[in-house]
């Protein structure tokens, strides 16, 4: 029952390090080498945030001053930033940083889980390592006569891990990190009823939910706003009553997935409103908006528009792709919007067909018509579906004279045909017109010849009158 091999590390190690390499040796994405196996793009993508958090990628992916410093230390990228952001501190301060890296290398399996009382913590180790890498900087190996403080390891520790800083989710050892991953603490371990940690040191495991903290340092959340403001974020959100339907706008001052300080907009502009709502539907998903068959079919089309004519592409049609550019294409419709009545009314389907240029919005149509005119002069309605056939449903009689399946797509993808009674109840599907004419139609024919003796049921449907009417009137 073991597997065959282990899993490759690249498929589920941090890559900050290689993303911080391939940046170092000019490579900007990794699709630009051959891999064995090759990185997991959002295990790349979280690894970029966090390299453009700590100062060292650029917006065009090559390295900044710090990137390139740290990229030359031969340091993994986290700790190469701590050490980097404490060489020009007191010495002091440059020797527990090296003693930090040593402890968060080779952590220690003892103590309560604070690391501030790891580093006053006697080891050989730790010492032997903290001795290198000062020696390797040219600075004196001298021990200061004071422990470290907190405020100072917080702030150094922020350099590396601004990912890690973790909020309180209101019970004993449960915690948020700005990442958006969920993390815990020991039970026996005081940590848990901090109201905020920043956590260097966690363990993942994929078969379970939340991720067990190591090793960590109580942190004011609050402090953000003086010690790193270049990690916080202001914007506008709603939130939603259930049961009035109505929105409370407020503004949000955030870490990440983190929430530092609310206050509540008494009476928001509409551009606030507007703001808050496009963030509010980025949280909770597509779903929330007033998606209809028609909304559902155009995107649908676009997305077999894109598959079976890649060399004339429309913009994607799937979920990922139009909650990124929400406010570009669904922000212009917002306006005056503020509850959600007001919401239910949007034109989704207009804001949706927006995307696409008036050209391409002429080709979709012609080439994924939502109609099929028959011989009657009846236009149907064709439905489509993502990797099936499109399917259209019409009364037998309306087809009579028609030889051919329909097809659609420059004849790329034919439709399949659900001929109805004269009762509107499906009597056969077909994908082939012309076989099921030239055969089991004299099955249908007898049956319905008894069941509806009023309408017409010729023996060469191929070539008989299309009619929407019964015989007498024909």
């Not at 050490?83 to 220690?108: C, D, G, V």
């Not at 550019?325 to 949007?346: D, F």
Request: charged share 20%; hydrophobic share 40%; proline share 8%.
């Amino acid at each position: 029952r073991a597997a065959a091999h282990s899993e490759p590390e690249i498929c589920h190690s941090d890559l900050a390090g290689l993303v911080l390499n391939l940046a170092q040796w000019g490579c900007r994405e990794v699709s630009q080498l051959a891999w064995l196996d090759t990185p997991p793009a959002v295990a790349v993508q979280v690894a970029k945030k966090l390299l453009t958090e700590m100062g060292c990628l650029l917006p065009d992916g090559g390295l900044t001053a710090k990137g390139e410093a740290m990229a030359a230390s031969g340091t993994e990228p986290r700790l190469s930033a701590l050490w980097l952001y404490t060489l020009n501190k007191e010495p002091a301060q440059i020797y527990y940083a090296a003693r930090l890296i040593a402890a968060l290398e080779e952590p220690s399996r003892e103590g309560n889980g604070n690391l501030l009382h790891d580093l006053t913590h006697p080891s050989a180790r730790w010492d032997k390592r903290a001795h290198q890498l000062l020696q390797a900087a040219g600075l004196p190996v001298r021990k200061p006569s004071h422990d470290p403080d907190s405020g100072w390891l917080c702030r150094t520790l922020l350099q590396g891990f601004p990912d890690r800083i973790a909020g309180n989710r209101g019970r004993s050892g449960a915690f948020l990190l700005a990442n958006g991953t969920g993390a815990v603490t020991d039970e026996s371990s005081p940590l848990g009823n901090e109201p905020g940690l920043i956590a260097p040191l966690i363990l993942q495991n994929d078969q379970q939910a939340n991720a067990r903290i190591l090793k960590a340092v109580p942190f004011e959340l609050s402090q953000l706003t003086e010690i790193a403001p270049h990690l916080l974020k202001t914007e506008n959100r709603l939130t939603r009553d259930e049961n009035k339907g109505s929105w409370q706008a407020w503004q949000a001052v955030t870490c990440g997935q983190l929430i530092i300080e609310r206050k509540p907009l008494a009476a928001p502009s509409d551009e606030v409103v507007r703001d808050a709502l496009l963030s509010w539907i980025r949280e909770q998903g597509l779903s929330v908006l007033p998606f209809n068959e028609a909304c559902e079919q155009l995107l649908i089309r676009q997305q077999l528009a894109n598959d079976l004519f890649p060399e004339q592409p429309l913009p994607a049609a799937d979920n990922d792709t139009l909650l990124a550019g929400l406010g570009s294409w669904l922000s212009p419709y917002l306006t005056g919007v503020r509850n959600q009545q007001q919401l239910a009314k949007l034109d989704l389907y207009g804001a949706l067909r927006q995307r696409m240029d008036w050209s391409q919005q002429q080709w979709l149509d012609a080439q994924f018509p939502r109609h099929f005119e028959v011989p009657t002069g009846t236009r149907i309605p064709v439905e489509y579906a993502a990797g099936k056939p499109p399917v259209m449903a019409v009364r037998i009689q309306e087809m009579y004279g028609v030889r051919e399946t329909p097809v659609v797509a420059q004849g790329r993808l034919p439709v399949t045909v659900s001929l109805l009674s004269p009762a509107h109840r499906p009597i056969q599907v077909t994908a082939d017109l012309k076989a099921f004419w030239g055969g089991s139609y004299r099955e249908v024919q007898k049956e319905m010849k008894g069941r509806y003796p009023k309408h017409f049921w010729p023996d060469d449907p191929a070539n008989a009158q299309p009619t929407k009417r019964v015989k007498k009137f024909m």
